[in-house]
């Protein structure tokens, strides 16, 4: 029998009714006790990392979490994470970008009503989420209303309905009554695991609407962000008309060694800077294509491009880079 850690970091599977709302207060012992030992597949240590509203959620949290894992990967078989949905697809991006060559599953679950209330979708999230957990495909997945999701292609599409999660762009694998049904199932990694939590955490996202003035990409320049994420029109377009062209902004911007990612507002099939003058003329200045990555992915891996990277080359190349 595998053995598996549970790591709760709270989230609305942990919350209990307070005077101010729901409130993560639920332990993860608690989840399981409820649960009840019979019927899973495998035995489970509980740690309790945090115990936070996932909004709440910082990127040192990820740090702690990726930690974790790496400090007790050769202990056990499998680790399965409580969380909030709310900024689920953050954390499971920064899990997978931090720890490389993962040779254990990682499966970060939540649900949308709290674990003790009635009709709640929690016991059986969590429960689908030990049965992953013990298929022992290495990597980072997010387990969610019987879908398994890459950690990279993960994405919250609704705030109420139990399937709140999409796999965005690489469908992965079901829970099915008879097992798990894998489209692919991933070999152990060639090299040893390497944590990799550095991450430079001046970026942000600009989303933007027609009449979004150029302004405020130069302000965010002169805040200080190092990396800024453009979320444009279609297939990652920025308005280039003389009334409000970004270009001139985003020039300024390159030229101060800011790195300007294009990503599509769009949240399947993604970004092609190649086909309309809207996103050639923003590469031809140095923009960088966000691909068919979720902006939570691009998001991290900016993060970790500028932490790492020591060049403009080797940051684009990094971002272009397959997830």
């Known amino acids: 029998m595998k053995n598996i850690l549970m790591l709760a970091t709270g989230g609305t599977i942990a919350c209990e009714p307070s005077e101010d709302g729901l409130v993560p207060r639920l332990s993860g012992e608690t989840m399981l006790q409820y649960l009840g030992g019979a019927g899973l597949p495998c035995r489970v240590e509980v740690r309790e990392l945090m115990n936070l509203d996932s909004s709440n959620l910082q990127p040192e949290d990820w740090k702690t979490m990726a930690g974790a894992v790496a400090d007790a990967c050769d202990?056990?078989?499998?680790?399965?994470?409580?969380?909030?949905?709310?900024?689920?697809?953050?954390?499971?991006?920064?899990?997978h970008q931090m720890l490389k060559n993962l040779p254990r599953p990682v499966i970060i679950t939540g649900s949308q009503l709290p674990f003790t209330a009635e009709g709640s979708d929690g016991p059986r999230n969590l429960r689908d989420a030990f049965f992953v957990a013990c298929e022992g495909v290495p990597g980072v997945f997010v387990t969610f209303h019987g879908a398994v999701i890459d950690g990279a292609r993960a994405k919250k599409m609704h705030t109420e309905s139990f399937a709140a999660y999409a796999s965005v762009n690489a469908p992965l694998a079901r829970i099915t009554p008879d097992g798990v049904l894998w489209k692919e199932r991933r070999p152990l990694p060639d090299g040893p695991l390497e944590l990799?939590?550095?991450?430079?955490?001046?970026?942000?996202?600009?989303?933007?609407?027609?009449?979004?003035?150029?302004?405020?990409?130069?302000?965010?320049?002169?805040a200080g962000y190092r990396g800024i994420i453009i979320e444009g029109f279609g297939a990652g377009g920025v308005p280039n008309d003389s009334r409000g062209s970004f270009l001139p902004s985003i020039r300024r911007a390159v030229e101060k060694g800011v790195v300007i990612v294009c990503a599509s507002q769009c949240v399947f099939d993604g970004v092609d800077l190649s086909r309309y003058p809207i996103g050639v003329l923003a590469a031809r200045l140095g923009a960088v294509s966000g691909g068919d990555k979720t902006v939570e992915t691009l998001t991290v891996r900016l993060m970790q491009a500028l932490y790492y990277c020591g060049s403009a080359e080797d940051v684009r190349a990094f971002m272009e880079s397959p997830v």
């Open 75 to 95: 202990e056990y078989d499998g680790f399965v994470i409580t969380h909030g949905t709310d900024t689920m697809a953050y954390t499971a991006a920064a899990l």
């Open 196 to 222: 990799l939590t550095g991450l430079e955490c001046r970026v942000c996202v600009l989303k933007l609407v027609p009449g979004t003035s150029p302004a405020l990409l130069d302000m965010m320049v002169e």
